[in-house]
């Protein structure tokens, strides 16, 4: 499966965004995704995960209570709505794909996945 993510941008401490990540391929509804991201300097981590049937996700404690992750599998999107944003935010963010065809999980170790979008910029100002 290839990855597009998109929706980054720069927006002032408190503020919003919503991240998409559109998919290519039929069999989209059988990955688990996941978002990750980046800062320059730091390793990548996990931010938020969700199972093909969006009845499993699990996030970082950073992003719990701000950050949600939906799918539409119909549009072989995912989406990462990040609200109350912070400065510890800004990041290269990544969506990424498991295949995962008999097990509806969330798999938050970036190792797991196979494939992997090109990264958007998010820039929080203080």
């Known amino acids: 499966v290839q990855l597009q993510a998109s929706g980054g941008g720069l927006v002032q401490a408190g503020g919003s965004l919503r991240l998409s990540c559109a998919a290519s391929?039929?069999?989209?509804?059988?990955?688990?995704m996941g978002w990750f991201r980046q800062a320059p300097g730091k390793e990548r981590e996990f931010v938020a995960g969700?199972?093909?049937?969006?009845?499993?996700?699990d996030y970082a404690e950073s992003a719990k209570g701000r950050f949600t992750i939906s799918r539409d599998n119909a549009k072989n999107t995912v989406y990462l709505q990040m609200n109350s944003l912070k400065p510890e935010d800004t990041a290269a963010y990544y969506c990424?794909?498991?295949?995962?065809?008999?097990?509806?999980?969330?798999?938050?170790?970036?190792?797991?996945?196979?494939?992997w979008g090109q990264g958007t910029q998010v820039t929080v100002s203080s």
């Open positions: 391929g039929r069999t989209f509804r059988r990955y688990s």
């Open positions: 990424a794909a498991k295949w995962s065809p008999t097990h509806d999980v969330v798999v938050p170790t970036s190792g797991s996945y196979d494939s």
């Open positions: 969700i199972g093909w049937s969006s009845d499993s996700t």
